[in-house]
């Protein structure tokens, strides 16, 4: 009795089966498609919008009212391209980018070395105060440095003052506050670099050097030949993300100086943001950051390219 | 091989040296918000504080609304979290199934990963604008809800999840939702653990997108409501620092419980 009971109950679960609501052909199309539409939404389509947007003359009253909203052409670019201020961020930025790029690099490079030199408790502990710096948020970090750099209170003029050295105007001189907003950058930054060297580091065999030490290479050495050839990747990552992190350069300066002071800490991001944001120029913001886009593109392309070049 | 334990204390101390002044910035946050106002101004300054009080703390919550900024801040973070469901689920998708279009999804998602963030804020705005989500917690988390990268991340790791367990499962009848939810995540929670503190310090850091998407007071973020402080007419450090050290505390703790997940996921971005 019971026997058949199940017999008879075994053929409507192959049927359930066959007839559940996500289908197994269906089922990698709906698990990808939420996050595929958000992702699309906001980069693919953005491009779109703003390459669009950035031929109008979209502003705060074309955006209550879209009648209004016109295509001009290729007016917001000419506009763009003859105002001074969009050369001062674009040689702003080009500035932060000679400046950060090699310093991040070398400098986080040569404390990924150092860390690594030992594996005893001591430098394992050393490394959380490199990393902490890069998970911190950047606005905290800026509001930190900029009462250090205040120029009534702050602590680096006193410590300064004790060296015998005058005051410095860290973030009210044009040129010193280009270097001070980038330092802070530079502190922030080497923190994730390092963590990528480290891993790198790791990786590598230490068969390799145990041999080079048998046939008489210093450590010097031993860093230039085997080290840094192998890390060429890790290298040429780390440089490529700093250059396009330094393109975006932004929180620093929206903080520290408001990309003051007279526009001398302005970079492009902060150009754009107080384009489209502050003086709601929507469509001319859009121009200028298509501007960015391009140039990013460019420079990321060329540095994929010469790596091509290096080791096919 | 003394020659190597000199040179080992020597770049030691020049290691303690450079932590130190990692450190010290965020000592002096925690020292100066400690600080009543007036000593604040002292000049020379003081290193520790003569008198300890935790005012400036309380001003934060009373005299100003961060409170509230912080609630905003959790829930953002929370949304994040939902983000990170869908990352999990198309990361699956990528990794274990063969369907039409899989390729060439694939490389739309990491085509995205070269969009920077300031060709995108505009039209971002501009989009949300006109579903009528600027201003609102949900507009804040939208745009960074979903990344390429941590798709890239869970489709790494679960395509190392054997298929005959899948199998196994689908000859058992169960459906691909209950085996995405009670085999492949459950499987999967070393990564999901990488990609939750990543989450977790994102949605807590975010100030570009809830600066450009929150006008209304009642919708800004920790990070929006302390980089406002810096725009006060007479500056109040301790007040400043206060507000910072609540943005950086609680990420200074997950990181010392998390530090393991963290150093794998930035290591993972980079080399793999």
């Known amino acids: ?312 | 091989m003394v020659r190597r334990r000199t040179n080992g204390v020597l770049v030691g101390t020049f290691l303690a040296a450079g932590a130190l002044l990692t450190a010290f910035p965020f000592l002096w946050m925690l020292s100066t918000s400690l600080k009543p106002l007036p000593e604040s101004y002292n000049y020379p300054p003081s290193v520790l504080p003569t008198t300890i009080t935790l005012d400036s703390y309380v001003a934060l919550f009373t005299h100003f609304e961060f409170g509230r900024y912080l609630v905003n801040t959790i829930v953002v973070v929370l949304i994040g979290f939902v983000g990170m469901f869908l990352m999990a689920m198309a990361g699956y998708a990528f990794a274990k199934f063969r369907f039409r279009g899989k390729n060439a999804l694939f490389m739309l998602v990491l085509s995205t990963l070269m969009v920077p963030i300031q060709v995108t804020m505009i039209p971002t705005y501009l989009i949300l604008n006109s579903v009528k989500l600027t201003d609102t917690l949900l507009g804040i988390a939208l745009p960074t809800l979903v990344s390429a990268f941590n798709i890239f991340l869970f489709r790494q790791f679960m395509t190392t999840i054997p298929d005959e367990l899948l199998e196994a499962a689908r000859l058992d009848g169960a459906g691909e939702l209950r085996i995405l939810l009670s085999i492949v995540l459950p499987i999967s929670k070393p990564i999901l653990a990488v990609g939750g503190v990543l989450t977790f310090v994102t949605g807590w850091n975010s100030f570009l997108w809830p600066l450009i998407i929150a006008n209304d007071q009642q919708n800004y973020t920790l990070s929006v409501g302390i980089s406002l402080l810096n725009k006060q007419l007479a500056i109040n450090p301790p007040l400043q620092m206060a507000g910072a050290s609540l943005m950086v505390v609680p990420i200074v703790i997950v990181f010392v419980i998390f530090q393991r997940y963290i150093v794998q996921g930035f290591t993972m971005s980079g080399l793999r």
């Open chain 1, 1 to 312: 009795m019971t026997a058949t009971a199940a017999r008879r109950e075994a053929p409507p679960r192959r049927v359930t089966l066959r007839r559940t609501w996500l289908p197994s052909r269906l089922a990698p199309y709906a698990f990808v498609a939420p996050a595929l539409v958000c992702l699309v939404t906001f980069s693919v389509v953005s491009i779109f919008v703003a390459a669009v947007v950035s031929l109008t003359n979209l502003d705060i009253s074309g955006l209550a009212d879209f009648s209004q909203v016109r295509f001009i052409g290729l007016g917001n670019y000419q506009a763009l391209f003859g105002d001074p201020a969009f050369w001062e961020a674009l040689g702003n930025t080009a500035f932060f980018v000679i400046l950060g790029v090699p310093i991040l690099v070398i400098g986080s490079l040569s404390i990924a070395i150092g860390l690594n030199y030992s594996r005893s408790w001591v430098f394992r502990a050393l490394r959380t105060f490199y990393f902490v710096p890069a998970i911190t948020a950047i606005v905290a970090i800026s509001l930190i440095w900029g009462n250090l750099y205040n120029s009534q209170f702050g602590l680096l003029n006193w410590l300064l003052s004790l060296a015998g050295l005058g005051p410095v105007p860290w973030l009210t001189d044009p040129t010193i506050a280009k270097f001070s907003v980038a330092l802070v950058a530079i502190w922030r930054g080497s923190g994730l670099d390092t963590i990528i060297f480290l891993a790198a580091l790791q990786a590598i065999p230490p068969e390799y050097y145990e041999a080079a030490a048998i046939d008489g290479a210093r450590e010097w050495r031993q860093i230039f030949s085997i080290t840094l050839p192998l890390m060429r990747f890790a290298i040429f990552f780390v440089t490529v993300t700093a250059l396009i992190g330094w393109m975006q350069f932004f929180d620093e300066p929206y903080v520290l100086t408001q990309g003051g002071p007279v526009h001398a800490t302005t970079s492009m991001s902060l150009y754009i943001y107080q384009q489209g944001f502050r003086y709601n120029a929507f469509a001319f913001a859009s121009a200028a950051s298509i501007v960015l886009f391009a140039i990013i593109a460019v420079v990321t392309a060329a540095q994929l390219r010469s790596r091509r070049g290096d080791d096919g």
